[in-house]
């Protein structure tokens, strides 16, 4: 049964500094997403990656795949309020029929 | 362009009731998908339907779930008889294919008492 493991669940940092969110997984794939979530709104797509050393940035947010590792980050550059919501890492080994999520990680910034 | 929408946003039901949600996908995605996440729990996912076929229903829980796409457009989803276990947030989403971002609507809240 595939894993799909965050960390950390909870964090809390200051505007302006960097910090990264790990999404471990157990079974090889080659295709993951990173999701945004804010209270009581849908999951808002942020970045598909589909293939080993993928790397894409979006604004104070880069997000990269290691599939030998099975790992994926997402780094956060000089957080903003604005950033504060839950995110998820979501695996799909199944060719498009369904994705397994992690936790989730409750992002916190302060002014 | 409309997202995925949910219906209804928040239900609250007493336990041994029928409640029905509605997902409406976006235009021309034939792929529709349907998580849920229990209190406490990660997001797992029910089913998966390709136009109005169930291409995968391996998460479904148990027989008193029962998911529906007449006609490939909208999906219902329906608990009978609900259970204080079914309580969470239940999510749909679609693709328009395989490979592309799946888009999730804003979840339907259910409560059972």
């Known amino acids: 049964e595939l894993k799909v493991e965050q960390n950390p669940l909870f964090l809390s940092m200051q505007e302006g500094k960097n910090y990264t969110i790990y999404c471990n997984y157990s079974t090889t794939s080659d295709r993951l997403y990173w999701y945004r979530q804010d209270p009581g709104k849908s999951l808002e797509s942020l970045f598909v990656l589909l293939s080993n050393g993928a790397v894409k940035q979006e604004g104070r947010l880069m997000a990269s795949l290691d599939t030998k590792a099975r790992l994926s980050t997402l780094h956060i550059t000089a957080a903003v309020h604005d950033l504060s919501a839950t995110y998820f890492c979501a695996v799909d080994a199944t060719s498009g029929s369904r994705l397994t999520f992690g936790e989730g990680t409750q992002l916190t910034v302060n002014p | 362009e409309a997202g995925v929408t949910q219906f209804p946003s928040h239900s609250v039901i007493e336990k041994g009731q029928t409640v029905t949600l509605r997902c409406d996908p976006i235009?021309?995605?034939?792929?529709l998908y349907w998580y849920r996440r229990v209190m406490g729990k990660e997001i797992k996912f029910l089913l998966h339907f390709v136009k109005e076929s169930k291409q995968d229903e391996s998460g479904m829980p148990n027989n008193r779930f029962l998911a529906e796409r007449t006609g490939g457009t909208y999906s219902t989803l329906k608990v009978q008889p609900a259970e204080l276990e079914d309580s969470g947030v239940y999510f749909c989403?679609?693709?328009?294919?395989?490979?592309?971002?799946?888009?999730f609507g804003e979840g339907s809240w259910l409560t059972v008492v």
């Open positions: 235009s021309g995605h034939d792929n």
């Open positions: 989403a679609s693709s328009q294919d395989l490979v592309r971002t799946i888009y």
